[in-house]
């Protein structure tokens, strides 16, 4: 597991990297420079609406052995999204506007609910 945990963390960069050089020399450097500005900007303004505190949340509600509400999972998801458009890159910039499509959402929320449920009542 740690294994393929230190692969991704090394090759999802370059994979990143590759990607914005390919588009600026199919595009222009400028346009990539603009594009990661802009999604960094719309990252930084759906973050700060929302707190690194939810994460405390979140884990408090676990170590109480209850669920997390969905709200509170909506609000992390939101929150890491935001996170995802601020790293430089348009895989992380796909995944966090493919997460902030409500349907998708709302499915990854019950999904780790009922991820989270297991973990509490086995």
Same mark, same amino acid.
């Given at each position: 597991?740690?294994?393929?945990?230190?692969?991704? *963390?090394?090759? *999802?960069?370059?994979?990143?990297?590759?990607?914005? *050089?390919?588009?600026?020399?199919?595009?222009?450097?400028?346009?990539?420079?603009?594009?990661?500005?802009?999604?960094?900007?719309?990252?930084?303004?759906?973050?700060?609406?929302?707190? @690194?505190?939810?994460?405390?949340?979140?884990?408090?509600?676990?170590?109480?052995?209850?669920?997390?509400?969905?709200?509170?999972?909506?609000? @992390?998801?939101?929150?890491?999204?935001?996170?995802?458009?601020?790293?430089?890159?348009?895989?992380?910039?796909?995944?966090?506007?493919?997460?902030?499509?409500?349907?998708?959402?709302?499915?990854?929320?019950?999904?780790?609910?009922?991820?989270?449920?297991?973990?509490?009542?086995?």
């Amino acid at each position: 597991m740690s294994f393929l945990l230190a692969s991704l *963390i090394l090759i *999802i960069p370059l994979v990143e990297i590759w990607i914005l *050089i390919q588009i600026g020399i199919a595009a222009s450097l400028n346009a990539v420079f603009i594009l990661c500005v802009i999604s960094a900007g719309a990252g930084w303004w759906l973050m700060r609406g929302e707190d @690194f505190s939810i994460w405390t949340l979140i884990e408090t509600e676990l170590q109480n052995r209850r669920l997390p509400t969905e709200e509170l999972l909506s609000d @992390f998801l939101t929150w890491s999204c935001g996170m995802a458009l601020v790293i430089p890159g348009f895989l992380s910039d796909l995944l966090a506007l493919a997460l902030l499509i409500p349907i998708i959402k709302e499915e990854l929320i019950r999904l780790m609910r009922k991820k989270m449920q297991q973990k509490i009542h086995p």
